[in-house]
């Protein structure tokens, strides 16, 4: 198997519903995005995936949560915004943007840079 692995970030706000404590009220993170995804096999040119289409598909998923409150993005209108629900949002994201070329393994949230949540399917 091979692993290919990027990096992706992007600054927003969100508060905490249904949750009590500071993270209630209204703050925001330079979120940073771990993303591992993995082939089988390598292409005709000895890659798994080329590593400027992930970063693509990667930063227009970081883009589009770049610079907003995310309680009022459509992911998260009703689903708390929260590293772990995050995660999977950008999971998801990205398994569609890359169709058959790999398989999505992992994303890692770093809401902190010691604080962090990650998302995969087994
Ligand atoms: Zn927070």
């Not at 209204?26 to 089988?40: A, P, Q, R, S, Y």
């Not at 080329?50 to 998923?61: P, T």
């Not at 459509?74 to 070329?101: H, Q």
């Amino acid at each position: 198997m091979y692993e290919i692995i990027v990096k992706t970030e992007f600054a927003s706000a969100h508060n905490l519903r249904n949750y009590n404590g500071v993270c209630e009220n209204l703050h925001g993170h330079n979120w940073k995005v771990d993303i591992v995804v993995e082939t089988k096999e390598l292409d005709r040119s000895g890659l798994a995936v080329d590593f400027n289409l992930l970063k693509e598909k990667s930063n227009k998923i970081a883009t589009d949560l770049d610079h907003i409150y995310l309680n009022e993005h459509r992911a998260f209108k009703t689903v708390n915004p929260s590293s772990e629900n995050i995660a999977k949002y950008i999971f998801d994201e990205l398994v569609k943007a890359m169709g058959n070329s790999c398989r999505v393994k992992k994303i890692t949230l770093w809401e902190t840079d010691d604080a962090a949540a990650s998302y995969f399917e087994e």
